[in-house]
């Protein structure tokens, strides 16, 4: 069956800091993958989105993902991050379609020390 | 041009009581998809129409959830009667129809459910 496994709960890292989030997909073949963020009292919003060609992605507000078809990960990072950052991130995958549903990770809450 | 909305934000409702969400999705979107999101887990696909019709309903718990979308505009999705584990976010999104591609799914704010 397919999967998505955020294997992080909660992070807290400081402004300015790097951040990493982890994303590992369980499926067939390689599906389209996605990060979506939800920021408090808000719907999700789609940050990135890998098809195909260039491994490295880069989304909205500074983030970029990485694409290892070998590791089947899809890990999002940002260099700095910022106080507006704090949010909920969602990783998830959909089958190749031009409409099919969408499988999403747990998530990964993140906070930000000032 | 407006996003997807929902109604209401927040309901609060009894176990054994009936609650009715509602979608109405970006205009000209033929795309319409119901998910939750109940305590800490993870978001979980419920339901999607193609106009008026259903096209997957796989992710629908039971049969006391029925969802219906007459005309292809906006959508219903009704609790009756609610239970306590239905507690949770309900998403609604639209996506165009069509194409070969991908067609981006944009969600709207969700609906809080309490079920006491």
């Known amino acids: 069956a397919q999967s998505v496994t955020q294997p992080d709960i909660h992070i807290t890292v400081s402004e300015g800091a790097s951040l990493e989030l982890r994303c590992n997909y369980s499926y067939g073949a390689t599906p389209y993958l996605f990060w979506y963020v939800q920021s408090p009292g808000q719907g999700l919003q789609l940050l990135l989105k890998y098809f195909s060609g260039d491994t490295l992605v880069q989304g909205i507000k500074g983030f970029e993902a990485e694409f290892k078809r070998s590791q089947s990960s899809f890990n999002l990072r940002k260099p700095s991050v910022h106080w507006s950052d704090a949010a909920e991130y969602f990783c998830a995958v959909a089958m190749y379609s031009s409409a099919s549903k969408i499988i999403f990770g747990s998530g990964t809450r993140l906070s930000i020390r000032p | 041009e407006a996003g997807v909305t929902q109604f209401p934000s927040h309901s609060v409702i009894e176990k054994g009581q009936t609650v009715t969400l509602r979608c109405d999705p970006i205009?000209?979107?033929?795309?319409l998809y119901w998910y939750r999101r109940v305590m800490g887990k993870e978001i979980k696909f419920l339901l999607h129409f193609v106009k008026e019709s259903k096209q997957d309903e796989s992710g629908m718990p039971n049969n006391r959830f029925l969802a219906e979308r007459t005309g292809g505009t906006y959508s219903t999705l009704k609790v009756q009667p609610a239970e306590l584990e239905d507690s949770g976010v309900y998403f609604c999104?639209?996506?165009?129809?069509?194409?070969?591609?991908?067609?981006?799914?944009?969600f709207g704010p969700g609906t809080r459910l309490t079920v006491l």
């Open positions: 999104a639209s996506s165009e129809l069509g194409g070969s591609s991908y067609n981006e799914q944009f």
């Open positions: 205009s000209g979107h033929d795309n």
